[in-house]
């Protein structure tokens, strides 16, 4: 889809909106404490996939600042699943997982757009400076019983540039808040922001940073993209709308930060002033209690907000929530990018969200077989090699699913089904050793997490190149087993027979 068809939401308000058209926003008025209660209710609504929560009355908080949670959960509603995360790229309500992710790659071969700058914008509404900076206005959650502190940053941008100002990045990092003015960060060397940071110490300057809180509800998506060193995600993001982001200047640092932004935080990251960090539920689905240790301390020198500020929250853990969804899902845009750059016959790819983003998919083109005459072993070592070859991208990627266009990658129902019936026992794996892997997933020895490399595999659940086209077996299910006339009947009838009506 072309960038100038998606309905471009500009800020975290018309996202909320646009929300609560679909019913997918419960407004909570009753009082909720942010210690731990407004976590648990988060979590509970991602585990029913009930509408993401917003909180508008916070025990012991200023009244008018408000919290949504789960911005990126999904909708327990048929044809709704995607809902949120659609939405907020773009997209209708019921679009399919598969076509998020193609929008999102297909914006990766147009030219990107860098922001305009506006003189001012609602963002600078409040300006706290100097003395007068205090984040303990703001209804940051102690999220879960166990972490280590209040996570003010766990769906916000962190805007860095680096020394010589060629290159700006934005990513999403979680942050803790220590005190009225100052927060500790986590930032793995290998991410973006690490690099960034680390062209700063070699100076021996702190870190600028900006980090906006509550930004228009596409830009978390590319915060967590893997794109290139060197690619600016907000120039990305224009590319992908087919127009400008809208930025306002930041006050105290040499940022371009956006005008919609419900909260600005700016200040300088030290190299040398530490603080414990964590521990905080983590994408896996754990919480490792004993993980706590010293992260670098950002030094506020300003914070800017808006008239009723409202910050959104992620609560980390078990499948489904955001690091899933706005992590995995441009991930998977990302890993679709780089295998149609080499030419490998790929369809869409997929994090599967109910794996906690450790199965990924791989689909493949019906006719992949006659287009390249490989065999399918063939084409599964190919597709290792690619994507496990693809630096950054390949870091959280240990176990592919490689499948054909029939399955619907986004429904787990349909990828469980073709795993199980389709990957031979014996020779349907193909084994990458010592590849790059972060420490996270839990089933890895303690030499894989000392050594960050471990055996990376490929399921090869394709079929085409055993059975010829007429042999294929099809699917016996109600899309295949009868006509498209008695399906239509069965549909039309679906009340008639007694059943309740579909909303969707
Ligand atoms: C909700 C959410 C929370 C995330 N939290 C972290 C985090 O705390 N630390 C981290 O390194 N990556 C985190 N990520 C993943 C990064 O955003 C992702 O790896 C991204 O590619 C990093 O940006 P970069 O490629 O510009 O470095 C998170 C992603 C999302 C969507
Ligand atoms: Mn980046």
New binding site residues.
Partial sequence: MRGNLLKHLRSLREFIDALDEIGEVQRIGKEVDWKLEMGAVARRSYELRAPAPLFTNIKGIEKGFRVLAAPGGLSARRGLTYSRIALALGLPADARGADVITALADARTREPIPPKVLETGPCKQNIMLGDDIDLLKFPTPLIHDGDGGRYIQ??GMNIAKTPDGTWT??????MMLLNRNRLSC?I?PP???GIIKAQWEERGEPMPIAVALGVEPGL?YV?????AQGED?SHYMGAYFGEPLEMVRAETVDLLVPATAEIIIEGHVSHTDTAEEGPMGEYPGYIDRSSSSPKPVLHVTAVTYRDDAILPV?V?GAPVE??HT??GMPHAAEMTHVLRQADVPVAACWGVLESANHWWVVSLNPDWHERTGLSSKDMAQRVGEVVFGAG?LAF?VPKLLLLEDDIDIADPRQVIWAFASRAHPEHGEVHFSNESQNILPIYLDANERLSYHATKVVHNCLIADRFSAEDRPTASDFAHSWSKDLQRHVMDNWHAYGYPKETV
């Avoid at 990045?169 to 979680?174: A, C, G």
Wanted: aromatic letters at 10%; hydrophobic letters at 30%.
């Fill in positions: 766990t769906y990045n934005w990513s999403i990092n979680r986590l793995p991410q973006h922001l978390p915060g967590g993209m893997p794109l995600e992620a980390a955001e690091d706005g992590w950054k959280g």
